[in-house]
């Protein structure tokens, strides 16, 4: 995916969450789904810009398993 595609991704999967989150009983399943996803997206939209910043091909860079963006900061 190219930055373009990753992007609306990420507005895809905002949209979604929203959407569940207005219901009185969300999915909590799909929302932790959803926010692991974006975690995901966003993970690899930072690696491109980096990637491309250190003058390095942007489309070498790959998501990262959901467990690994996910605990980053533990």
Known sequence: ???Q???ARIT????EEHSLEQHDEP???RL???AVELD???DLLRQRRARRSAGENPDEAQARPGNVVE???Q
Request: proline share 0%.
């Open 71 to 73: 605990n980053y900061l």
């Open 27 to 29: 999915d909590q399943s």
């Open 40 to 42: 995901q997206c966003w």
């Open 1 to 3: 995916m190219d930055d």
């Open 32 to 34: 932790r789904d959803l």
């Open 12 to 15: 895809d999967l905002i949209k």
């Open 5 to 7: 595609q990753i992007s």
